[in-house]
């Protein structure tokens, strides 16, 4: 038996044959509830068959297909727009998983911070909540990590313009930073290719 499948095995025994859990690319993926998201995690950790007792990253997705008019969010693969992501290893094992919740409420994504499971997260917990407004219920300390404490919006979520909200600059005569709305003129730019004739045919 292979340390996939005896993973496999384990989290089916640990958490019942109706787990949600796919296997591609030699890795398994396992969606919980967003509402069992603290416990699933907690127990991943603590179980002495699977003892992922490390965090090495944890993201958020939009799974939204901005301006898309065949989208339809429910109806295709990923139930909900928003979603959070964590990797974890096992070092006593020597094994990997995705774990993965979706979040339901679009307008509000929310979910719980899972910092008291892996202290470690903290600072990813933020970057998803900079980038995505994903919001971490009972974090120590919800700010955004990479943009502006004055940002306006969440930069990775997929109807969040290319050229921004606004622009800062200094303002010599006020002498300190200042916020204006963006002067970039929006525009789309396509790469121009060009092959010789019968490029690639025959060498």
Request: proline fraction near 7%; charge should be negative; glycine fraction near 6%.
């Amino acid at each position: 038996m292979t340390r996939l499948e005896t993973l496999l095995g384990n989290l089916q025994a640990a958490f019942g044959e109706s787990a949600n859990l796919s296997v591609q690319h030699n890795e398994i993926t396992f969606v919980v509830p967003h509402n069992s998201w603290v416990e699933t995690c907690t127990q991943l950790r603590d179980n002495p068959n699977l003892s992922f007792e490390s965090l090495i990253d944890l993201c958020g997705i939009d799974y939204s297909a901005w301006k898309a008019p065949t989208y339809n969010i429910g109806t295709g693969p990923h139930p909900h727009r928003f979603a959070v992501v964590a990797h974890l290893t096992s070092l006593k094992h020597n094994w990997r998983l995705r774990v993965r919740a979706y979040m339901p409420q679009e307008d509000l994504p929310l979910i719980n911070t899972l910092v008291n499971v892996w202290p470690a997260v903290n600072w990813f917990e933020r970057e998803a909540f900079d980038l995505y407004g994903i919001v971490f219920e009972g974090h120590p300390d919800l700010r955004r990590i990479l943009t502006d404490y004055g940002f306006i919006g969440h930069p990775f979520r997929k109807d969040f313009p290319l050229s921004g909200h606004v622009e800062m600059r200094y303002d010599p005569e006020q002498q300190r930073v200042v916020y204006q709305p963006v002067t970039i003129e929006p525009r789309v730019l396509t790469q121009r290719v060009v092959r010789e004739e019968g490029y690639g045919v025959g060498r």
